[in-house]
């Protein structure tokens, strides 16, 4: 079963516009992942965030986190055609990290 | 560092046949991890193996084995295909050395059943 679930399922954005994908969780987490995976490929880690810590940042990249609410968001600013891939939370679900089913961003030139 | 490599990239099986998939972590990291990757259902946690040792298992039915040799290379089995079983088959790896590591992937094994 998924632990986190991104929202929304699919995003069609154009160049230099912000993309922002959502998580929801069930569960206390002790951390929250951002991992982006291009078609047909490998999982590549984007961003990790502590419970601890409500906001990160990496590069183009602006990741929330509010456990309260048990959700986290993540921006990614000026976006570039290369952005175009789908974008998973991960939840540390009983040691292992558990995947939502991912948010398909396409960036058009 | 050479990442994490699966082998074969690509398989076409038919019903009923099994089938072995390889994963060769990181050097030094001791933990794989297995994942099931569909359209329909995300990717989903098989099993995970520490020092030879299944240290995590998924919700998957006993079709679906593995190992991890003493080099911490990995090899997870499925037995009896069956036409579900099509997907995208990913193996990742860490240290193992603490909880909820930043997993490295590799670049998985696509599996069609015919």
């Known amino acids: 079963s998924q632990q986190g679930e991104e929202d929304p399922q699919a995003l069609s954005i154009q160049e230099g516009e912000n993309a922002t994908m959502n998580c929801s969780y069930k569960t206390s987490i002790n951390n929250l992942q951002w991992y982006r995976q291009n078609s047909g490929r490998g999982l590549v880690h984007l961003i990790l965030i502590r419970s601890n810590e409500r906001e990160k940042h990496s590069g183009r990249l602006r990741v929330t986190l509010d456990t309260s609410k048990k959700s986290s968001s993540l921006l990614i600013t000026a976006s570039r055609a290369a952005d175009t891939a789908s974008y998973f939370c991960a939840t540390d679900h009983s040691y292992i990290p558990t995947f939502g089913r991912g948010t398909s961003l396409i960036v058009h030139p | 560092k050479a990442g994490v490599t699966q082998t074969p990239r690509y398989l076409i099986k038919t019903r009923g046949q099994q089938v072995t998939l390889s994963c060769s972590p990181i050097?030094?990291?001791?933990?794989v991890s297995w994942y099931q990757q569909t359209p329909g259902q995300g990717l989903q946690f098989l099993f995970e193996?520490?020092?030879?040792?299944?240290?995590n298992k998924g919700n998957f039915p006993g079709r679906f084995s593995g190992r991890q040799f003493s080099n911490s290379r990995s090899e997870m089995n499925v037995s009896t295909l069956e036409l579900g079983d099509s997907a995208l088959y990913l193996c990742?790896?860490?240290?193992?050395?603490?909880?909820?590591?930043?997993?490295?992937f590799g670049s998985g094994t696509q599996l069609s059943v015919l």
């Open positions: 193996y520490f020092s030879e040792t299944q240290r």
């Open positions: 050097s030094g990291h001791r933990s």
């Open positions: 990742a790896s860490t240290s193992g050395d603490a909880t909820n590591e930043k997993l490295f």
